[in-house]
């Protein structure tokens, strides 16, 4: 008995909720664009990151980032809209007025207006994601990388580099909507979180083979295909253990 207890206590049950791109209109224009705009620059740089893998990604890293941040900004919502909401007791008696009715009309022009009002919030929120992301996502993903096979006594540089691309591309949506919430890593680092835009971009001898460019170029075409798989096809489904 004491064991069927133990092990029931130690399930952990997901509270993650899958999530959606913003309801204005900017946002779910921009959630169509963007990957084609990140495919695009990459098609237009490729030649020049078989030619000289190591300033390309140097390079690219600004605009790459300028992309994510903007991406973030107008499609998703900032990790600070999950903090604490719920009020203090000692307001909890105190008659809150009625708030007025809206017509549709103005609801909808209020909807339009207020992601453009919390902008400098949103890019605060995005700019200390980025921060977090370089410090702490791309030493993890390389380590994790040399691990799994990449050189350890050479090319250090091609692969923080290509660290760093992961990073922008897969962590750095995550850190600006889940934060550093220790409940949200731990579904994520076990796979729990359900299907969506921001999940979906987690999942030879020839010259263009060389260290790093094919890994880079997997994880930007994983990360194009597994928006449009996640955010599409298998929107709001979970990764089954059982």
């Given at each position: 008995?004491?064991?069927?207890?133990?092990?029931?206590?130690?399930?952990?049950?997901?509270?993650?909720?899958?999530?959606?791109?913003?309801?204005?209109?900017?946002?779910?224009?921009?959630?169509?664009?963007?990957?084609?705009?990140?495919?695009?620059?990459?098609?237009?740089?490729?030649?020049?990151?078989?030619?000289?893998?190591?300033?390309?990604?140097?390079?690219?890293?600004?605009?790459?980032?300028?992309?994510?941040?903007?991406?973030?900004?107008?499609?998703?919502?900032?990790?600070?809209?999950?903090?604490?909401?719920?009020?203090?007791?000692?307001?909890?008696?105190?008659?809150?007025?009625?708030?007025?009715?809206?017509?549709?009309?103005?609801?909808?022009?209020?909807?339009?207006?207020?992601?453009?009002?919390?902008?400098?919030?949103?890019?605060?929120?995005?700019?200390?994601?980025?921060?977090?992301?370089?410090?702490?996502?791309?030493?993890?993903?390389?380590?994790?990388?040399?691990?799994?096979?990449?050189?350890?006594?050479?090319?250090?540089?091609?692969?923080?580099?290509?660290?760093?691309?992961?990073?922008?591309?897969?962590?750095?949506?995550?850190?600006?909507?889940?934060?550093?919430?220790?409940?949200?890593?731990?579904?994520?680092?076990?796979?729990?979180?359900?299907?969506?835009?921001?999940?979906?971009?987690?999942?030879?001898?020839?010259?263009?083979?060389?260290?790093?460019?094919?890994?880079?170029?997997?994880?930007?075409?994983?990360?194009?295909?597994?928006?449009?798989?996640?955010g599409y096809l298998l929107r709001g489904k979970r990764i089954s253990f059982d």
């Amino acid at each position: 008995m004491s064991t069927n207890t133990d092990s029931t206590a130690r399930t952990i049950v997901p509270v993650s909720q899958p999530i959606g791109i913003l309801p204005s209109l900017a946002a779910r224009t921009f959630s169509h664009v963007h990957p084609v705009l990140l495919s695009a620059y990459y098609y237009l740089r490729f030649a020049s990151l078989v030619a000289n893998p190591v300033s390309t990604l140097i390079t690219d890293l600004l605009p790459v980032c300028l992309l994510q941040l903007i991406y973030a900004v107008i499609c998703l919502p900032p990790t600070k809209n999950i903090s604490t909401t719920t009020p203090s007791p000692k307001h909890n008696s105190i008659p809150r007025p009625k708030t007025p009715k809206v017509s549709g009309f103005k609801r909808s022009q209020l909807a339009s207006q207020k992601p453009w009002q919390d902008m400098p919030s949103k890019l605060s929120t995005g700019l200390l994601a980025l921060m977090v992301t370089f410090l702490a996502s791309t030493p993890t993903i390389m380590i994790l990388m040399v691990l799994f096979g990449a050189p350890l006594t050479t090319h250090h540089l091609q692969t923080y580099l290509c660290a760093s691309h992961l990073s922008i591309l897969a962590v750095f949506p995550l850190f600006y909507v889940h934060g550093v919430s220790g409940t949200m890593w731990r579904e994520i680092a076990g796979g729990m979180l359900p299907f969506d835009d921001v999940w979906g971009g987690t999942i030879g001898d020839r010259e263009w083979q060389k260290w790093p460019i094919t890994i880079v170029t997997g994880a930007y075409m994983g990360y194009v295909a597994g928006k449009f798989a996640f955010g599409y096809l298998l929107r709001g489904k979970r990764i089954s253990f059982d």
